[in-house]
């Protein structure tokens, strides 16, 4: 049995025809840098410029700042319905 007979049951294909297509494209970063601090306050100070908590353990951030989940609420809708 599949992933998703497990999931949805064996009528799984009969439930999704005519379903629209998903595409989740990749969000990769149009560029990257690595910056070097020699200290702490050094790498507060920068955080305090872009506005975002950065740590020692901090390995890489999106600018502006990445809201996760940010587009959650959107949905799909049928006007034909």
């Known amino acids: 049995m599949s992933n998703q007979e497990d ?3 064996q ?9 629209p ?7 990769d970063p149009y560029s990257m840098i690595n910056v070097r601090f020699a ?5 507060q100070e920068f955080a305090k ?7 020692r353990k ?3 951030i999106w600018h ?5 989940g ?5 949905i799909w809708v049928d006007d034909e319905s």
Request: net charge negative; hydrophobic share 30%.
């Open 7 to 9: 999931m949805f049951g």
């Open 11 to 19: 009528d799984w294909e009969d439930e999704w025809q005519d379903m």
């Open 21 to 27: 297509e998903f595409i989740q494209e990749q969000q």
């Open 39 to 43: 200290n702490e306050e050094d790498l």
């Open 49 to 55: 410029l872009i506005g975002q908590p950065l740590t």
């Open 58 to 60: 901090t390995k890489s």
């Open 64 to 68: 502006p700042r990445l809201v996760r």
């Open 70 to 74: 940010e587009h959650t609420h959107n």
